[in-house]
């Protein structure tokens, strides 16, 4: 019976029913929007550029409840790479702004640079499922390589979280190289 559903809607099911309940008393109550209310994306123009990469997904907007589940209306609408950073903050203790300094505002050419290394990886690395599964991203990778081939030097370009993160993971890096 559970086999067919997704892992995510099992563990919001069982394992945090107050997240159900809340996910279910925001549907058709609140509007979801179409910009990220922290990084500032918009998500048909994300999804449009990723599509022009062959990866055909349609990301949407996450509801973040940021004072808790108990507070089932009171949602931040963001992207999913600014969910992924603000993943386990969900005790109000953040303001938006705090939340904003957490996360890049986001930036098409990076979004497109990232998409780039993508589909570089997946020409090049990826298992051989993966490259069929995804044949035009994997095609627009090596078309990609053969014209700019600086483009494999480059560090990828992942990281989400604000610029501070960033230097205090390069302090905590040289600490442990010392």
């Not at 509007?31 to 449009?48: A, I, K, T, V, Y």
């Not at 903050?89 to 998409?115: C, F, M, N, T």
């Not at 051989?128 to 480059?154: C, M, N, S, W, Y």
Request: net charge positive.
């Amino acid at each position: 019976m559970f086999s067919s559903w997704p892992a995510s809607l099992i563990w919001e099911v069982y394992m945090q029913p107050d997240a159900k309940s809340a996910h279910q008393s925001v549907r058709g109550v609140l509007h979801r929007p179409n910009f990220c209310e922290l990084c500032g994306c918009d998500m048909s123009e994300r999804n449009r550029l990723r599509q022009s990469f062959g990866l055909n997904f349609n990301a949407k907007l996450h509801g973040h409840h940021w004072r808790g589940y108990d507070y089932p209306l009171e949602v931040w609408w963001v992207c999913p790479t600014c969910n992924h950073a603000l993943a386990g903050k969900h005790d109000g203790s953040l303001s938006k702004e705090d939340a904003k300094q957490l996360v890049k505002p986001y930036d098409p050419e990076r979004e497109k640079e990232w998409l780039e290394y993508v589909a570089i990886l997946i020409a090049f690395k990826a298992p051989d499922h993966v490259r069929d599964e995804f044949e035009r991203t994997a095609e627009i990778g090596r078309r990609l390589a053969k014209e700019r081939p600086d483009i494999l030097q480059r560090e990828p370009p992942f990281s989400h979280r604000s610029d501070s993160s960033e230097t205090d993971t390069k302090k905590k890096n040289n600490r442990l190289h010392r």
